[in-house]
């Protein structure tokens, strides 16, 4: 009787000690949600037939020098914050008349102060620009940025403007600064 007691006690103790660990790594594995600091956000806007979609982080300017700074000139960018902005689109396009096939892609800029690079890179899904392969790259288009002083874009933002029945501008827009570029669809 005196063993089976002993045995009991461990084996009450073992079972004890278990489910405590059971608990206490499924507490510490729960994670903690956490207020994202650059919000994600999607635009979309269907354009002729053809669903023309935006997935981003949105950064604040926050009183830092934006462009040359923060973002500096002359690498590539993510054009937002956290992971890659993604862009995505159901049929093919013509993005300021170059052909792009249909389907979802990284959009990375390599900003300068006179001309933009966009890039349409066929790696979607990335953490930032880290991982960049221009290897990868679909389509880079160069593009004029535009200033505009009577207008502040605390938040980066895009911004899909229809502007016929098969053409859309969407808009890089942040701080002073719009960074606009041409979509384009057939509609037969």
Request: hydrophobic letters at 40%.
């Amino acid at each position: 009787m005196k063993h089976f007691a002993k045995t009991f006690s461990l084996s009450t103790l073992l079972l004890a000690i278990l489910l405590i660990g059971i608990i206490s790594v499924d507490g510490y594995s729960q994670k903690k949600e956490e207020v994202r600091i650059s919000p994600k956000a999607t635009v979309m806007q269907t354009v002729g037939f053809t669903d023309v979609t935006i997935v981003y982080s949105r950064p604040g300017v926050k009183g830092r020098t934006i462009w040359g700074g923060l973002v500096p000139y002359n690498a590539v960018w993510r054009a937002g914050a956290n992971e890659a902005t993604k862009i995505t689109f159901n049929t093919d396009v013509k993005i300021n008349g170059k052909k792009l096939k249909a389907g979802s892609y990284g959009f990375f800029t390599i900003p300068t102060k006179d001309k933009w690079t966009i890039i349409f890179n066929k790696v979607a899904d990335q953490w930032g620009a880290f991982e960049y392969n221009d290897a990868e790259d679909v389509l880079r288009v160069e593009v004029a940025p535009e200033t505009d002083n009577s207008c502040w874009q605390e938040w980066l933002a895009y911004t899909i403007t229809k502007t016929s029945d098969n053409t859309a501008v969407v808009r890089l827009e942040w701080e002073k600064l719009k960074v606009p570029f041409t979509v384009e669809v057939e509609i037969n």
